[in-house]
């Protein structure tokens, strides 16, 4: 499996590659306004109840809740969930494609950094997932007990945080997720197999990061325009 990390040029970006490692970064920091964010569909109020007894540790009463219906109760609960996560996690991001123009806009410092390319079967890449894409805002379906227990909530949301809205579909994008004591991660050396440069990489920073990298078998290129047609081509240096 090949995936590719869109990269500014920054003194961590280099400390990474000489000390091959992946930053994860908390999801909070993501440009995404709906990172994590999905709704409830609870099936009845004794389940509404039993989750807002598994996830606060308290017994609904409205006295309790400053008088809060229990809709509402569930709706803080949801906003402490998600910020939980946004808060907690760790994530590396990934995409299935090197030559998106919009990411090597957004993402690699418009064109002047890098786009980096690892292929592996360790299993520190196979920990993630693709991320998938909807017209719709996730649901998170309770509709009995069983679904309130933590494993099965954890897995249900697992698939939320996998979760994005169409537009950025054309990221194709791939996750990496660990804990927060987890922001750095090593990878085999081996397992970086090539370096693309951006279009308006100063050749003083290609040269920097060609020495830069312990693996002597990275492969190296230069991103290009075809004139042909709206696309980029990669050639070897």
Same mark, same amino acid.
């Given at each position: 499996m090949?995936?590719?990390?869109y990269?500014?040029?920054t003194p961590n970006t280099k400390k990474n590659l000489q000390e091959s490692q992946i930053y994860?970064?908390?999801p909070i920091n993501y440009n995404d306004p709906y990172e994590g964010v999905f709704k409830f569909h609870i099936?009845?109020?004794?389940?509404?109840?039993?989750?807002?007894?598994?996830?606060?540790g308290l017994v609904y009463d409205k006295k309790v809740f400053s008088n809060l219906s229990i809709g509402e109760v569930i709706e803080e609960i949801r906003i402490e969930y998600v910020n939980q996560y946004l808060n907690d996690v760790r994530v590396a991001c990934f995409s299935k494609r090197k030559d998106s123009m919009l990411m090597w806009s957004h993402y690699s410092n418009e064109h002047k950094g890098i786009c980096l390319e690892f292929e592996s079967e360790n299993i520190l890449f196979k920990i993630g997932d693709d991320v998938k894409y909807s017209k719709k805002?996730?649901?998170l379906y309770i509709s009995n007990s069983n679904d309130l227990e933590e494993d099965s909530l954890m897995h249900a949301y697992s698939k939320i945080v996998?979760?994005? %809205?169409? *537009?950025w579909q054309y990221e194709k994008e791939y996750r990496l997720f660990g804990n927060n004591s987890d922001n750095i991660k090593k990878y085999n050396p081996n397992d970086l197999k090539a370096i693309y440069f951006g279009l308006r990489c100063e050749k003083e920073e290609i040269e920097k990061i060609i020495f830069s990298v312990p693996n002597p078998?990275?492969?190296?290129f230069k991103c290009e325009l %075809?004139? *042909?047609?709206?696309?980029?081509?990669?050639l070897p240096l």
């Open positions: 090949k995936i590719f990390k990269e500014s040029i994860f970064n908390a099936s009845n109020d004794f389940l509404k109840k039993k989750l807002i007894k598994n996830l606060s805002i996730p649901i996998h979760t994005k %809205e169409m *537009d078998n990275v492969n190296f %075809e004139l *042909d047609e709206y696309k980029f081509r990669f």
